[in-house]
């Protein structure tokens, strides 16, 4: 059992910067993959990044590559989105999940967070 919670969101204008934490309560942390993903109004959750277990690798949405960065901190049980040169299109609802089998696909996750809202201002 993982419970998650997103922090980090807010109101940014265009080109600035956020960072999203999710802080995971279980025992499993450094086991599973975690993931980022987001859903904007109107639209279905899509991935956003992703990372393996020991940081080895990482996994992007071609539309966030160079812009944004996931990292996590096993010893914490957190795990990070850094979000720079924000764009109004990068406005949804960001959540982040958590399984063993995690990838870039959300039916792989069994664990997800709330939610933490990012709306970015032209």
């Known amino acids: 059992q993982e419970d998650l919670v997103e922090s980090g969101g807010g109101l940014v204008q265009a080109g600035g910067s956020l960072r999203l934490s999710c802080a995971a309560s279980?025992?499993?942390?450094?086991?599973?993959?975690m993931g980022w993903f987001r859903q904007a109004p109107g639209k279905e959750r899509e991935f956003v990044a992703a990372?393996?277990?020991?940081?080895?690798?990482?996994w992007y949405t071609d539309s966030v590559k160079g812009r944004f960065t996931i990292s996590r901190d096993n010893a914490k049980n957190t795990m990070y989105l850094q979000m720079n040169s924000l764009k109004p299109e990068d406005t949804a609802v960001y959540y982040c999940?958590?399984?063993?089998?995690?990838?870039?696909?959300?039916?792989?996750?069994?664990?997800w967070g709330q939610g933490t809202q990012v709306t970015v201002s032209s």
């Open positions: 999940a958590a399984d063993p089998d995690g990838s870039v696909d959300s039916n792989q996750y069994n664990y």
């Open positions: 279980g025992r499993a942390f450094s086991r599973n993959v």
């Open positions: 990372i393996s277990r020991r940081l080895i690798m990482t």
